[in-house]
């Protein structure tokens, strides 16, 4: 097989079954929508969505270091998360630079899982490798034993209760415990990145179509309906959420994407990028970078990654994702702004739409946020 041939997920023949429209994304053939984009994405926010994750990278790393070894290669504190529990950080580079943004899950004492977005997974694990040496830990390519399912929107909850004896109610957000779902061993998890309440069901390859059309069943009667990447991309903008190649990149430290919260200095020991990202922090103080902010179109045209922000003439920042909102009606946008230019309600900032200064709201991000 050539190394242009895409992946394909366990549920690759189910999504053509449903006419699923296929799109290459990250080397892997994943389903971009089903039928409506914005029926999809209304759908997660009203009642239930399913989607295939399984291009996502899982990386296990085990021994009595583990910890540790995940303390020095990463920003975060991971030696404090509780077994059972997950916790958002970054892997950067020495410089600084965000090589990636992970989930990591505490699956046991001395058991780690490393979630990697899919374009990122092999610079991730290559990372992990470099930095295992000297630790008594095994870093594990886990790509290839676990298909990804998420369900997520309101009724979620109550179609997974239908499906498992797992206590779901106990389980918190940013945690995981393993279960059995539609008599499906999975590792169940409670993070998603629509900004509703759900579910990701960590499964093998070979019980994926099973756990699929279990969910599918349980899910009719309230309305839940497949999902493709596209509308997962305009839930996640619509929640403020950042995506690694907009939001996050090599070019950017945590502290100018306004996320240094997840650099923990505090932590016992080095770990990688520990200096670059003192004086990153340091500069953050003294001369605040750009600041990521919301903006909300008063016309219908839709900003596009790349778009320069302006404001009385002057480029004054740059739009990192941008579309249409189903659920604000109107084009949205995330975009890094001059500080002068980020307090909410700045008037006069425009995006520049093929040399017309289209006029734009800066808002404060998240522009949804579900009611609890």
């Known amino acids: 097989m050539s190394s242009t041939e895409p992946r394909h997920t366990a549920l690759d023949a189910l999504h053509r079954s449903l006419g699923a429209t296929m799109t290459d994304f990250a080397g892997w053939d994943m389903p971009l929508r089903y039928g409506s984009e914005r029926d999809e994405h209304l759908a997660v926010r009203t009642k239930a969505g399913l989607f295939d994750l399984s291009h996502m990278g899982e990386i296990t790393v085990t021994g009595p270091q583990a910890a540790q070894l995940l303390n020095f290669a990463l920003v975060g504190n991971i030696a404090s998360v509780g077994v059972g529990r997950a916790r958002y950080t970054m892997i950067c580079r020495a410089d600084g630079g965000i090589l990636d943004d992970l989930i990591v899950y505490r699956l046991g004492e001395t058991e780690y899982m490393v979630v990697a977005n899919a374009s990122n997974a092999q610079v991730v694990l290559d990372a992990l490798v470099e930095r295992s040496a000297g630790f008594d830990a095994e870093v594990r390519d886990d790509r290839d034993n676990y298909a990804l399912i998420a369900v997520q929107g309101p009724k979620s909850p109550g179609i997974l209760a239908s499906l498992t004896d797992a206590h779901l109610d106990g389980l918190k957000y940013y945690a995981g415990l393993p279960g059995t779902v539609a008599g499906v061993p999975a590792l169940i998890a409670r993070t998603g990145y629509t900004g509703e309440d759900g579910f990701e069901l960590f499964v093998a390859p070979g019980d994926a179509e099973k756990l699929w059309q279990a969910l599918t069943e349980a899910g009719a009667p309230v309305g839940l309906v497949p ?4 509308c997962r991309d305009t ?10 190649g907009h939001e996050l990149s090599t070019s950017l430290t945590p502290f100018d994407a306004g996320l240094g919260r997840v650099v923990k200095f505090e ?14 922090a340091a500069r953050a103080a003294e001369n605040p970078p750009r600041v990521l902010v919301g903006l909300v179109a008063e016309g219908r045209r839709v900003p596009r990654a790349g778009y320069a922000v302006v404001a009385g ?18 084009p949205i946008a995330m975009a890094y702004v001059d500080a002068t230019h980020a307090a909410p309600g700045t008037e006069g900032v425009g995006v520049d739409i093929r ?3 289209e006029p734009y709201e800066v808002v404060a991000l998240p522009f949804y946020k579900r009611q609890k």
């Open 227 to 230: 999902c493709g990447l596209s």
């Open 267 to 280: 932590k016992e020991g080095d770990f990688v990028g520990r200096e670059a990202l003192q004086e990153a």
């Open 355 to 357: 040399g017309s200064h």
């Open 313 to 330: 003439g002057e480029v004054i920042g740059e739009v990192t994702s941008g579309a249409p909102s189903p659920t604000l009606g109107k």
């Open 235 to 244: 839930l996640r903008l619509e929640a403020g959420m950042p995506l690694y």
